[in-house]
């Protein structure tokens, strides 16, 4: 008998598999509040959900290294009381990855996020059990983007390759961490990326909403 060929298929958390926007935005702006910045529209906080935050505080507000660092640390202060649950899972997201596993398929999570939040965040929103590895950022920076989190999955599963693996993700640094890896990358669009920033990364397609990230994945799977 002929053994099934294995096929993956990784998944960036916020923005992807939960809507982490009440939480990232409450901590930003609660570590904001500590250098007497006060953000008046929710809005400009948006670019805060996917992005390393020792970038984002650098970039987005203007603060120093050795600032964002302890932005960062503030942030984390509010994160790991409050903000770590404050998530929504996006609809239809149970059925889709459910009709994954059914097929066989190795499903991972490739977050930026510090993999110690992302293993009490899956387990409280009953997504622990579709997930057989996760791979994150460490608190001490050791996988501090997105090529490097990828990087270490591959370290894991030597059989993943172009040909039988995805990535699922929102915003451009899905896009070119993966490709920075050599991974095609399905863009979702009901995330908090931008359509014209990841076409312009070269990302491979792109899914409107849940139902149809769905059907593009069961397609990819089916020709595999």
Not at 44 to 57: D, V
Not at 149 to 158: D, S, T
Not at 165 to 177: A, Q
Request: glycine residues 8%.
């Amino acid at each position: 008998m002929c053994k099934e060929k294995e096929r993956f298929i990784l998944f960036d958390l916020d923005g992807t598999l939960i809507d982490s926007g009440r939480g990232v935005m409450n901590c930003v702006t609660y570590a904001l509040e500590k250098f007497d910045i006060h953000p008046t529209d929710r809005e400009e906080l948006h670019p805060y959900i996917g992005p390393p935050l020792l970038y984002a505080f650098q970039q987005y507000h203007g603060l120093s290294e050795e600032q964002a660092e302890q932005a960062l640390a503030y942030y984390r202060e509010r994160y790991t009381v409050k903000g770590l649950y404050e998530n929504d899972v996006y609809t239809g997201l149970y059925e889709t990855l459910s009709c994954l596993r059914e097929r066989g398929v190795h499903l991972l999570v490739a977050t930026s996020k510090p993999e110690e939040f992302v293993k009490r965040i899956l387990p409280h929103y009953d997504l622990d059990t579709y997930f057989e590895f996760v791979s994150g950022d460490t608190f001490d920076k050791k996988r501090p983007n997105k090529e490097a989190v990828i990087a270490y999955i591959k370290q894991q599963y030597p059989s993943i390759s172009s040909d039988n693996t995805l990535m699922v993700g929102d915003t451009k640094y899905d896009v070119l961490g993966a490709h920075a890896c050599d991974l095609p990358v399905v863009g979702v669009l009901y995330g908090y990326g931008e359509r014209e920033e990841m076409l312009a990364c070269g990302v491979d397609m792109l899914a409107t909403d849940m139902a149809d990230l769905r059907r593009i994945l069961l397609d990819w799977i089916a020709g595999v």
